[in-house]
C-alpha cells in the first residue's frame, strides 16, 4: 500500500485562518517506518489527518494506490480501517463497559463476523500485552500505561496495513515507553508500514527508516536518519532538539576530527571516536 | 468538523472601541438595547445605525463577522418579519384569498426586522471587540453593589470565566474525540435518528470523563494556588476608568436619550 500527498495545502478557516500546511509531497508506504518530526504547530497533526482521510486536502490531492481522494475514488472509511490513526493520548477515546468491548469497537464497525471479533480482539490484546483476565474489567480501572496499550490495541484490532501514531509515547514512563516501541518494531513486517511522529529525536532515530522534518507546514527534511542528522545546524534552526551524540561529533568535525556526519547512537559515535583517534584521525587543516 | 460557534468570538485589535473600558462598552450595549425597544420609528433606528456604524468601522469588524453573526438568527428574524407582515390588521395594501398583507403590516415587519438585527450587532460588536474575560470582570465590577444584600457575584462571575474559559477547549476535545473515534469506524453522520444517538455514546462517554478529569485538575490547581473567594481578591489587570471612557459615556448616553426622546 502507498499513499501519496502531492502538493497538498490546508489551511484551517476562523476567525483568524491558520495555514497549516504548504505544499506539502510526501510518500508513506508499507514496508518503511517513517518518523514525522516537527515541533508543535508544525502542521504534524494535520498531516497524519491527510493519511487516513479525516481531513480532504483543500489544494493537492492524496492518492492511495493511485487513486485519488479528492476525486472520490477511494472509500474513506474502508480506508480508515486501512490506516491505523492512533491519536495523540488515546487512552482519553476509551469509552466502553468493558476491555473487550472497547477493543472491538473498530472490528464490530468494519462489519466482521462474531469470531472474526473475538480472535482479533484477542490477538490484539495479547500483542499489546494485555491477559484474558482484563477483558471483562473497565477500561477506566487500569493504569495510564494500560490504558494507553488498549487504546493501541483497539485500533490494531482493524489490522490496518499503514499503522501512524501521534507522540505513543507522550507521557510514559521509561518502561511504558520501551514497551511500546519495542512493540512496534516486532509489529511492523514487509507487508505494514509505521508513521511515528515525535519531537523526541533521540527516540526515533534508531528505528525509524526514514525521518521527515516539518517546520510551519513545509518538509524542510527528508532522507534516511543518517543522512537527516547530518544537517545538525538546520534542525537546531526550526527548533528541533538534537541527539547529543549528534552535537558531540559535529563539534569533533568542525575541529577537523575525521567522523562521519550522520551519526546519531552512541554506540555508531563511540566506535567512529575510536576508529578517528586511533588511525585515519589525523586531525584534517590544522 | 469544523465548528462555527460565534461565542468566544473576540479577535483582538488596537482601535478606539477595542481599548475602551468593557465596563463602557457593556454600559452602552445595555442602553442601546432599551433604546432599540423603547424607540419605534426608521428615523431613530437609522440613527442608532449610524452610531453602530461608526463602531464596526473604528473596530475594523468585517462584513463577514457581521453575517456571521446574524446568520444563526436568519430563522428566527424572517419568522419575525413574515408574521408581522401577515397577522396585522389595518389598511390593505394586498389581498390573496385568505393572506392579506396591510401597510401597517409591512411597517411593524420590517420594522421589528430592523430591530432583531439592530439588537444582535449591539451585542456582536461589543463581543468582537472585547475578550470574554474582560466582559465577565466588567460584570462583576457592575454588579458589585449586590454583594451587599449578600448576592454570590464574585462566584456568578468565576463561573462564568471559567464556563466561557472551556468552552473552546472543550469544542477542541469534541473535535479530537470525534476524529479518534471516526477513525475506528465510528459513523457520526448517517442512520436514523435513534441510531446517530447511539452513536454518540462513543463521543458523549469521553466527553464527560474528561469535563470531569478537567474539574478536578482545575480545582486541585486553584486550591494550591490558595484560591478562597472573592474576598480580598486583587486582580492582575484592575480595570480602570480612563478619559476616552468618560468622554464616550458623556457623549453617547445624552445622545441616546436624544433619539428616545426625539423619535
Known amino acids: 500500500m502507498q499513499i501519496e500527498l502531492r502538493d497538498v495545502s490546508y489551511t484551517y478557516n476562523g476567525p483568524i485562518p491558520v495555514a497549516a500546511l504548504h505544499n506539502i509531497n510526501l510518500k508513506v508506504k508499507t514496508g518503511e517506518i517513517l518518523g514525522l518530526i516537527g515541533h508543535t504547530g508544525s502542521g504534524k497533526s494535520t498531516l497524519l489527518q491527510h493519511l487516513n482521510g479525516l481531513l480532504k486536502p483543500q489544494d493537492g490531492d492524496v492518492l492511495v494506490d493511485g487513486k485519488s481522494v479528492k476525486r472520490g475514488e477511494v472509500s474513506l472509511p474502508k480506508l480508515r480501517f486501512r490506516v491505523g490513526l492512533v491519536f495523540q493520548y488515546p487512552e482519553y477515546q476509551l469509552f466502553e463497559e468493558t476491555i473487550f468491548k472497547e477493543v472491538a469497537f473498530g472490528p464490530k464497525s468494519m462489519g466482521l463476523s462474531e469470531d472474526e471479533i473475538k480472535q482479533r480482539v484477542a490477538k490484539s490484546l495479547s500483542d499489546v500485552g494485555m491477559s484474558e483476565e482484563f477483558y471483562e474489567r473497565s477500561p477506566f480501572e487500569l493504569s495510564g500505561g494500560q490504558k494507553r496499550r488498549v487504546a493501541l490495541a483497539s485500533i490494531l484490532a482493524m489490522e490496518p496495513e499503514i499503522l501512524v501514531l501521534d507522540e505513543p509515547t507522550a507521557g510514559l514512563d521509561p518502561k511504558g515507553r520501551k514497551e511500546i516501541l519495542d512493540f512496534l518494531l516486532k509489529w511492523r513486517t514487509d507487508d505494514k508500514g509505521i508513521v511515528l511522529v515525535s519531537h523526541n529525536m533521540e527516540e526515533m532515530a534508531p528505528f525509524a527508516d526514514r525521518i521527515v522534518v516539518l517546520h510551519q507546514g513545509k518538509v524542510v527534511l527528508d532522507g534516511t536518519p543518517k543522512e537527516v542528522f547530518s544537517h545538525t545546524q538546520e534542525l537546531l534552526d526550526v527548533g528541533i532538539k538534537v541527539p547529543q551524540v549528534s552535537m558531540v561529533v559535529n563539534s569533533l568535525r568542525s575541529r577537523g576530527y575525521n567522523i562521519d556526519a550522520g551519526i546519531f547512537t552512541v554506540e555508531q559515535a563511540a566506535e567512529a571516536i575510536f576508529d578517528a583517534l586511533r588511525g585515519g584521525g589525523e586531525r584534517r587543516g590544522l | ?226 484560591y478562597r473567594g472573592g474576598e480580598g481578591r486583587t486582580r492582575l489587570n484592575e480595570l480602570k476608568y480612563g478619559k476616552a471612557d468618560y468622554l464616550t459615556l458623556a457623549v453617547v448616553l445624552p445622545v441616546l436619550a436624544l433619539v428616545v426622546y426625539l423619535f
Open chain 2, 1 to 226: 468538523m469544523a465548528f462555527d460557534i460565534t461565542l468566544g468570538q473576540y479577535i483582538p485589535g488596537d482601535s478606539f472601541v477595542h481599548n475602551l473600558d468593557p465596563r463602557t462598552k457593556l454600559i452602552i450595549a445595555i442602553a442601546l438595547i432599551v433604546v432599540l425597544f423603547l424607540v419605534n420609528t426608521f428615523v431613530g433606528y437609522f440613527w442608532i445605525a449610524l452610531f453602530l456604524l461608526l463602531a464596526t468601522i473604528n473596530g475594523s469588524i468585517s462584513a463577514r463577522s457581521v453575517v456571521r453573526s446574524i446568520k444563526p438568527l436568519t430563522f428566527i428574524l424572517l419568522l419575525t418579519v413574515i408574521l408581522n407582515i401577515l397577522f396585522t390588521e389595518g389598511d390593505i395594501l394586498f389581498q390573496l384569498g385568505f393572506i392579506r398583507i396591510t401597510e401597517q403590516g409591512v411597517f411593524r415587519g420590517l420594522l421589528l426586522g430592523l430591530r432583531l438585527i439592530l439588537l444582535i450587532l449591539s451585542t456582536t460588536i461589543m463581543t468582537l471587540t472585547t475578550s470574554p474575560l474582560a466582559i465577565t470582570d466588567a460584570l462583576e465590577n457592575l454588579l458589585g453593589p449586590l454583594k451587599k444584600i449578600k448576592f454570590p457575584v464574585h462566584e456568578l462571575s468565576m463561573m462564568l470565566t471559567i464556563a466561557l474559559r472551556f468552552i473552546p477547549t472543550l469544542l477542541e476535545e469534541t473535535d479530537k474525540i470525534m476524529k479518534a473515534q471516526m477513525a475506528r469506524g465510528a459513523d457520526f453522520e448517517s442512520g436514523n435518528l435513534l441510531k446517530r444517538a447511539q452513536n454518540m455514546v462513543p463521543l458523549l462517554v469521553p466527553l464527560f470523563v474528561s469535563a470531569f478529569r478537567r474539574a478536578d485538575d482545575l480545582a486541585v490547581a486553584m486550591e494550591s494556588r490558595c
